[in-house]
């Protein structure tokens, strides 16, 4: 595909000889943060994908008349089901344009390439140009998916610091110090008001649990997984007419194989069987130490199960050092479960769909579908950053009215 842009600009999928023009793209798109995107990550993504078609690559490049890569789209394929049927979804990912090169129309035509190429190439999480470009190319919106946050701990150590960068970057000069030292003890009060607001709010979330009859044994370690978690996704997939195939072959994938992030599993077990299974994440330096919680599979539709292995994962990743969980969800059940151990609810982000021309498969109107922070690549390295206790206070309750239960 060419367009007839001044220089002409080529369209195309990426070859594996391409990669060393790639790393000169993504040295000058993501600057120090490179080595989390390329190569590791793109060779997980597009060549050690087990749902490839063939030899190609998913990653889509627009090229200059020299042959710069100044462009790209990828699509990160993964197997899912709608309504019984199986299909290979497109996740939406990697979209950059080189800055010189931007607002002439190249991010359009690579996610066109992207579109075309894949029957239907779906987002949850992107930034607002992006969403811009996929709503001018039709798509259309799916379910929402709720992001909720626990906060265990905030920092307040580093109030100083954090001032005298804002007051750097407001032209502040020499005067950013002193002016911080002023400062920092009424931040520091206001930032300890607000989170005990914060705590008070996610005590009035805790729902006593009604399950006095049943105890489980809980189990953790690195995420890898076997034919005891397809028997168990077997018993849950049934419920979601839209989602993510949760099999082993795709855990193992996104979960052990991920290059720069180390996930664990939780698992929870009924007399030795298991009978739910929770994947996270606790972000490593240069991230702050957020955990993300980017699965949930519980063999009952039933709240009070899932409640349990939830308030577990809580009391692990406390005890691992993470100072806020993020979950999210697009399950009704697993809100109810979410909200009762006292999460705030703080985003929700529309699924986006784009369809292929010759798409046979259409969403239409859901009745329940599984979408988690796991979908998508939101999870990744470099993503978790700790919220402070304003943007926690502010974002809850722009959502306070959507609770699924009972304030
Ligand atoms: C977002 C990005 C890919 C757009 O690339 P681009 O080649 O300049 O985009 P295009 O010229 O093809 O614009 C196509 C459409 O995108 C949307 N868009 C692009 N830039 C936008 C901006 N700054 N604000 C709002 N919408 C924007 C518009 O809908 C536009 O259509 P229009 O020109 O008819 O209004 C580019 O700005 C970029 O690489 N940004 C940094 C990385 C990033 O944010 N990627 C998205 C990750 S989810």
Request: include cysteine.
């Amino acid at each position: 595909m060419t367009k007839n842009f001044h220089n002409p600009i080529v369209f195309r999928k990426a070859e594996e000889s391409d990669k060393e023009r790639l790393r000169l793209f993504f040295e000058k798109a993501y600057a120090d943060r490179f080595k989390y995107k390329f190569p590791d990550r793109w060779v997980w993504q597009y060549i050690n994908n087990p749902w490839r078609r063939g030899r190609d690559i998913q990653s889509y490049i627009a090229e200059d008349s020299r042959r710069n890569i100044v462009g790209h789209s990828g699509a990160l394929l993964v197997p899912a089901q709608i309504r019984g049927a199986p299909i290979v979804l497109a996740w939406g990912v990697g979209l950059f344009v080189l800055d010189p090169y931007r607002g002439k129309g190249i991010a359009k035509a690579l996610q066109e390439l992207n579109i075309f190429d894949n029957e239907i190439l779906a987002s949850i999480y992107m930034a607002p140009e992006a969403q811009a470009l996929k709503l001018s190319l039709k798509a259309r919106r799916g379910p929402t998916c709720s992001v909720y946050v626990h906060s265990i701990y905030f920092d307040n150590s580093k109030v100083t610091e954090s001032v005298e960068r804002k007051l750097a970057r407001r032209n502040f000069g020499r005067l950013s110090r002193p002016f911080a030292i002023a400062l920092s003890p009424i931040v520091a009060a206001r930032n300890q008001l607000r989170s005990l607001l914060v705590k008070a709010y996610q005590r009035r979330h805790r729902s006593r649990s009604t399950l006095f009859g049943n105890h489980y044994d809980f189990s953790e370690g690195p995420a890898s997984f076997g034919d005891e978690s397809d028997e168990l996704w077997d018993k849950a997939r049934g419920r979601y007419d839209f989602c993510v195939e949760r099999t082993s072959k795709y855990l193992n994938w996104k979960y052990r194989d991920q290059p720069g992030c180390k996930y664990r599993v939780l698992r929870m077990l009924n007399g030795g069987a298991i009978v739910g299974q929770l994947v996270y994440r606790i972000g490593m330096p240069p991230e702050a130490p957020v955990a993300f919680i980017t699965e949930v599979v519980v063999e009952a539709d039933c709240p009070e199960m899932t409640k349990q292995i939830i308030s577990e994962a809580v009391g692990v990743i406390k005890e691992r050092g993470a100072v806020q969980i993020v979950i999210a969800t697009s399950d009704c059940t697993q809100k109810v479960a979410i909200e009762g151990c006292s999460f705030l609810r703080i985003e929700d982000h529309d699924l986006l769909v784009n369809y292929s021309p010759d798409n046979s498969v259409n969403l239409g109107a859901l009745s329940r579908c599984l979408l988690t922070k796991g979908d998508h690549d939101w999870d990744q390295f470099f993503l978790a950053r700790l919220l402070s206790p304003k943007e926690v206070l502010d974002r809850f309750y722009r959502h306070k009215s959507a609770y699924v239960t009972r304030l």
